[in-house]
């Protein structure tokens, strides 16, 4: 088998990993069930991934290997995080987008076992690294003034809110919102980015002094 064979035949199984943890949840997911899916037998299957939690990680790798670099350029800017966090945004969106079935995935697994996520994060600590250096030019231009001062916590749940909770609640907005049509939802989505982007500018903006008349 060629290396690009090889390529292709993980991908195909990463993916029908994607859909069988999504379905079922990690507890529930036996390898069976994703040779099925892929349409490979369970021997065949553990010649490329002989667990799921080697599956796992390799999905989580692939998200964090597309998000990753593009952050790091962004923070690693000299400019404030005014500037910072649209782009951010941005970079979560398209993550978010390209694989709409698995926040739902992540936030069942955050509720089931939080623990089994962390252990998967930190098995590559380096990726904490970018977020850390982050949280602590927030709290820097806050002390400045340059931010709002605000618990990092309401910043950090109201973008994921933002982001996540639509693809959450497709099927019910597509249904009361969009007469049913997924391709409007798939429009709402593409623009609700400058609404997100919107509203945390707004959040962390200082407010302005006001001047009292003369």
């Given at each position: 088998m060629?290396?690009?064979?090889?390529?292709?035949?993980?991908s195909?199984?990463?993916?029908?990993?994607?859909?069988?943890?999504?379905?079922?949840?990690?507890?529930?997911?036996?390898?069976?069930?994703?040779a099925l899916?892929?349409?490979?037998?369970?021997?065949?299957?553990?010649?490329?991934?002989?667990?799921?939690?080697?599956?796992?990680?390799?999905i989580?790798?692939?998200?964090?290997?597309v998000?990753?670099?593009?952050?790091?350029?962004?923070?690693?800017?000299p400019?404030?995080?005014?500037?910072?966090?649209?782009?951010?945004?941005?970079?979560?969106?398209?993550?978010?987008?390209?694989?709409?079935?698995?926040?739902?995935f992540?936030?069942?697994?955050?509720?089931?076992?939080?623990?089994?996520?962390?252990?998967?994060?930190?098995?590559?600590?380096?990726?904490?690294g970018?977020f850390l250096?982050?949280?602590e030019?927030?709290?820097e231009?806050?002390?400045?003034?340059?931010?709002?001062?605000?618990?990092?916590?309401?910043?950090?749940?109201?973008?994921?809110?933002?982001?996540?909770?639509p693809?959450?609640?497709?099927?019910?907005?597509?249904?009361?919102?969009?007469?049913?049509?997924?391709?409007?939802f798939e429009?709402?989505?593409?623009?609700?980015?400058?609404?997100?982007?919107?509203?945390?500018?707004?959040?962390?903006?200082?407010?302005?002094?006001k001047?009292?008349?003369?």
């Amino acid at each position: 088998m060629s290396t690009e064979e090889l390529q292709d035949m993980e991908s195909r199984i990463i993916e029908a990993a994607k859909r069988v943890f999504v379905r079922k949840g990690y507890e529930a997911t036996k390898m069976s069930d994703i040779a099925l899916e892929v349409g490979l037998g369970r021997t065949a299957l553990h010649y490329y991934f002989r667990t799921k939690e080697m599956l796992f990680d390799a999905i989580f790798g692939r998200l964090m290997g597309v998000l990753l670099p593009n952050i790091e350029m962004i923070v690693n800017e000299p400019v404030s995080c005014l500037e910072k966090i649209p782009r951010i945004v941005d970079q979560y969106l398209m993550i978010v987008h390209a694989n709409p079935s698995f926040p739902i995935f992540v936030v069942n697994e955050f509720n089931r076992d939080p623990d089994h996520l962390y252990r998967v994060i930190l098995k590559e600590p380096e990726r904490l690294g970018l977020f850390l250096r982050l949280r602590e030019q927030m709290l820097e231009e806050m002390e400045k003034g340059i931010l709002r001062k605000i618990p990092l916590v309401y910043l950090v749940s109201t973008l994921m809110s933002l982001v996540v909770f639509p693809v959450l609640a497709r099927n019910p907005l597509t249904n009361v919102f969009f007469e049913g049509d997924p391709r409007k939802f798939e429009v709402f989505l593409q623009e609700r980015g400058t609404f997100i982007k919107e509203v945390l500018i707004r959040l962390l903006t200082p407010d302005r002094p006001k001047v009292e008349d003369e």
